[in-house]
């Protein structure tokens, strides 16, 4: 096996054990919010959460994204990329004071103080978590999530079930929880070694926001493809729906992991091979070994939505239920625009990635606006599922004239259309319908097993040698 296989596996290992921990945590997050706060109250510390993920982008200009493509290139001057990123950022902090400072004059929303603090502490918290991604601390990076998860943990039991603080006690855990990363990695990475306001370069500047600016329309209009359905549905059909909504959005977060996992570890891979005399077959292969994993992932996760949900979703929170499969469909269709999006990133060629994204996020809010009112959450979850399809299709297709990778038509199609059964059974209530799918998901493993053997036997061996 090559070594920058065993590279991407031992990175895929580390960020896998870091999300895996990570998302334990956040599994014992659901219950407790679901018993300690209504649905409402759940509903409006999600949305205000969701708008700073929303926000914060702009607030250092994504200089994130650049930050960490420019570090991880071997003759790069860490120092003045560093420096350079967080000086943009730096910059920026009284422009954003002063936007919250408006917005709370104009809207009056309660909540502007901790939406702001957020933005900021999210900012710093990325620049620096991406930069010691991209000098090779993985460790670091996946270690961070858990600390900050368990911090949440702790916090939103303090604040919510000791003191009953509700929305602010919600919001004042996700602060503490951001601050301690950020503290975190700073220490971690000891990033101070690389800060120096004479190692600011205006054309280094310039070189990463022409990268990364095109990345701030792309996470804005990804984040109306990812969140736009819990706006649609609040405006559409309430608060406690979309309480319900938003809690069954949570299950996929299971996919989520494995495709933020593989993103993490694709993006050095991608970007160190990029110009490999044989990326083609490298990238093909990391392409079959990640989509399949992804289906027999999600294949397996739809087909135990029943029993998940009546461990995760407490109370009245379990109808939400019906939503969770096809909001897995959507999860795992999104691992397939994640691995076309990082080509680009690895091509340092991001305009046709915001194009994809743009055209998915049109397509989500209209569609998703149109079906709420006729069917109602139903309406964002298929616009969600479409929008995904969409934009995976374009990115494949545009991504050719990049680097044109060997796609296992067939395997794919049995394996998409496998899980839309799977949704159909569970989400409408068909007798059997958890023994079937289970079922169809082991077939479907052993099947996936005997197509890629030769693909498993490689792996293997790489696994006994390396041991």
């Not at 096996?1 to 580390?14: C, F, G, I, T, W």
């Not at 000891?190 to 996470?219: C, E, H, Q, T």
């Not at 490999?276 to 490298?282: H, P, V």
């Not at 799977?422 to 479907?444: D, H, M, P, Q």
Request: proline letters at 2%; glycine letters at 8%.
């Amino acid at each position: 096996m090559k070594k920058s296989y065993k590279a991407l596996v031992s990175d895929a290992a580390v960020f896998a054990a870091g999300n895996m921990l990570t998302k334990l945590i956040q599994f014992l997050l659901l219950p407790m919010y679901t018993a300690l706060l209504t649905t409402e109250q759940y509903g409006i510390g999600e949305l205000v959460n969701n708008t700073a993920e929303l926000l914060y982008p702009l607030c250092c200009l994504g200089v994130y994204e650049g930050v960490f493509r420019f570090s991880i290139d071997r003759d790069s001057d860490n120092k003045a990329v560093f420096s350079t990123g967080i000086s943009i950022a730096l910059f920026l902090l009284p422009v954003v004071a002063a936007a919250g400072i408006f917005g709370y004059s104009f809207t009056g929303f309660d909540y502007t103080g901790q939406l702001v603090i957020l933005c900021f502490i999210t900012s710093f918290k990325v620049i620096c978590l991406q930069f010691s991604k991209g000098i090779g601390k993985t460790r670091l990076y996946a270690s961070s999530g858990v600390l900050g998860a368990l911090t949440l943990f702790c916090a939103g039991y303090l604040f919510l079930g000791v003191f009953g603080m509700g929305v602010n006690g919600y919001l004042l855990a996700l602060i503490l929880s951001q601050g301690i990363q950020l503290l975190l990695v700073i220490f971690g990475a000891k990033v101070w070694r690389f800060a120096s306001m004479g190692a600011f370069s205006k054309p280094l500047a310039r070189d990463l926001l022409r990268y990364s600016l095109p990345m701030i329309p792309n996470a804005l209009a990804w984040w109306f493809v990812n969140l736009s359905g819990r706006y649609i549905v609040m405006f559409s059909q309430g608060a406690d729906v979309a309480g319900l909504y938003t809690a069954a959005s949570k299950l996929p977060a299971v996919m989520n992991m494995v495709v933020t996992i593989f993103q993490q570890s694709w993006q050095i891979f991608s970007a160190r091979e990029y110009d490999a005399s044989d990326s083609r077959s490298s990238f093909g292969t990391v392409f079959k070994v990640f989509t399949a994993f992804l289906l027999c992932a999600g294949s397996l996760v739809i087909a135990l939505t029943v029993p998940l949900s009546r461990i995760m979703l407490s109370g009245d929170f379990f109808a939400a239920y019906v939503f969770v499969p096809f909001l897995m469909l959507s999860s795992v269709i999104s691992g397939y625009s994640t691995y076309f999006g990082t080509l680009y990133n690895a091509a340092k060629s991001n305009g046709m990635i915001f194009v994809t994204t743009m055209v998915g996020a049109f397509v989500n809010v209209v569609l998703g606006a149109l079906l709420s009112f006729a069917i109602g959450a139903w309406g964002p979850i298929i616009a969600g599922v479409v929008a995904y399809v969409l934009i995976s299709l374009m990115r494949a297709y545009d991504t050719k004239r990049l680097i044109n990778i060997d796609v296992d038509i067939p395997y794919q199609i049995i394996g998409l259309g496998l899980l839309l059964v799977e949704c159909v059974l569970i989400s409408f209530g068909f007798a059997f319908a958890t023994l079937v799918s289970v079922v169809c998901s082991l077939l479907f493993m052993l099947f996936t097993l005997y197509r890629y053997r030769r693909i498993a036997k490689t792996l293997l061996k790489s696994l006994k040698v390396g041991h």
